[in-house]
């Protein structure tokens, strides 16, 4: 997605946030200014504040944005895109209320929804509009795996994969057949990446209470998946097992840990990595649920306009 494209999204999230009475967006300053340009000649009731903050163009810029945030006193946070974005962000606070929007390359995790109704809805959900059951109601804390090494604590949103003969940082996509095991919290068939391995052979969505293990091997059922977009592989799948949340499996090394895609930590020969799936993520919200909510609170008719912090990251 180009720079200009997601410059029109923060643009049209603004514009309903500010529409339904958010008081603050925060963002921060970063090398392609998205969404300062986005902003910068908006007549926004709402104020803006821009964060400088030390920019190392990795995963560590979004945790670093979140954690400000936090400091700054938000609690509502929206992204803009894929499963390794909204990673790092749950890496680093995963008590907040969440909003993604899908802009990334594997988008399993992040919604596919209009801008323009997300800033709505998170203006409502910021502003506390809607009392806190009813925020529940409409949110579910989403499931993370949490993967647990002899030298690092790591999470994922979709997918932890145990890759052989590959490296840590390598950027291309999976080849399939280097993909030895993985564990799903998502395993949905019109998704991309390693979600549709599960989710062809028995579907696991975000409100299901279990986690799908996967093991691949040489025998077993042949499937062709989309293994990033446009791109196709052949793997064989040798069992499936239903996991129940805080059931723990383990990943044997040698071998590479890729979690959400991301190429983060090797195993040697021999060592262990705890795998387990938990329903303690952040609340994500429903978005239309949120908007008929709050017709049925009567808060769509004038506008609202209690104090509330909203991010863009």
């Known amino acids: 997605m180009t ?12 514009a309903g946030a500010d529409a339904l009475g958010v008081d603050e967006i925060l963002i921060v300053r970063e090398p392609f200014s998205i969404a300062e340009k986005a902003l910068q000649h908006m007549k926004l009731k709402a104020k803006v504040r821009v964060l400088d903050l030390p920019v190392t163009n990795s995963a560590k810029d979004s945790e670093n944005a979140v954690n400000a945030f936090i400091d700054l006193g938000c609690r509502t946070i929206v992204s803009l895109g894929g499963d390794g974005t909204n990673r790092a962000i749950v890496r680093s606070q995963p008590n907040i209320n969440l ?32 009392d806190e059951l009813t925020r529940h109601a409409l949110s579910r804390k989403v499931k993370v795996i949490r993967v647990t090494g002899q030298n690092f604590n790591d999470l994922a949103l979709v997918d932890a994969v145990l ?4 490296h840590v940082g390598n950027l291309l996509p999976f080849a399939a057949e280097k993909i030895m095991q993985l564990v799903l919290a998502r395993a949905e068939p019109d998704g991309i990446g390693m979600s549709p391995i599960g989710g062809y052979l028995d579907p696991v969505f ?7 293990s996967i093991k691949l091997g040489r025998e077993g059922r042949s499937l062709k998946v989309p293994l990033s977009p446009g791109l196709f592989g052949d793997v064989t799948v040798e069992g499936t097992t239903r996991l129940e949340l805080n059931q723990s499996l383990d990943f044997l090394g040698p071998g ?8 983060d930590h090797r195993l040697s020969s021999g060592e262990h990595a705890q ?34 912090t ?4």
């Open 3 to 14: 720079h200009e494209a997601k410059r029109d999204m923060v643009a049209r999230l603004a």
């Open 275 to 308: 795998i387990k799936v938990c329903r303690d993520g952040p609340r994500v919200f429903d978005v239309a649920a949120v908007m008929r909510a709050a017709v049925q609170a009567g808060l769509l008719v004038g506008r609202v306009r209690d104090m509330s």
């Open 99 to 130: 909003l993604p929007i899908s802009t990334g390359t594997n988008n399993v995790f992040p919604m596919m929804v209009e801008p323009t109704l997300v800033g709505m809805a998170a203006s409502l959900v910021a502003s506390e509009s809607l």
């Open 163 to 166: 890759l052989r003969d590959d």
């Open 206 to 212: 975000c409100e299901d209470d279990f986690a799908l």
């Open 256 to 263: 590479v840990i890729a979690l959400d895609g991301d190429r």
């Open 310 to 313: 909203l991010a863009f990251q």
